[in-house]
């Protein structure tokens, strides 16, 4: 059962190949190892092997995205409003 968790998908030093489809990208049977500096298949293991670290929860940093989205555009708002009480001043 030990040998079992220990394949190459689960290691952090997987770069797992991709191929273009239709609509997604597609998952290959092979990668590049870091540590053996090959390819591999990803149900291979090796003395290197190390657990792959889990995901931060990406919600936060959209968050953050989008926060600094909404403030430049508030900014460019009030710009564009200035510059419009600006040209009715002109006008009068």
Avoid: Q
């Amino acid at each position: 059962m030990e040998e079992d968790t220990k394949k190459c998908f689960r290691c952090r030093f997987l770069d797992r190949y991709y191929i273009k489809g239709e609509k997604r990208y597609m998952r290959t049977a092979f990668g590049w190892c870091c540590k053996k500096r090959a390819e591999v298949g990803i149900r291979e293991g090796c003395e290197r092997f190390a657990f792959r670290l889990p995901r931060a929860n990406g919600n936060r940093r959209l968050y953050c995205y989008l926060s600094d989205i909404l403030t430049e555009l508030h900014e460019l708002r009030c710009y564009f409003e200035e510059e419009a009480a600006g040209d009715e001043e002109e006008n009068v």
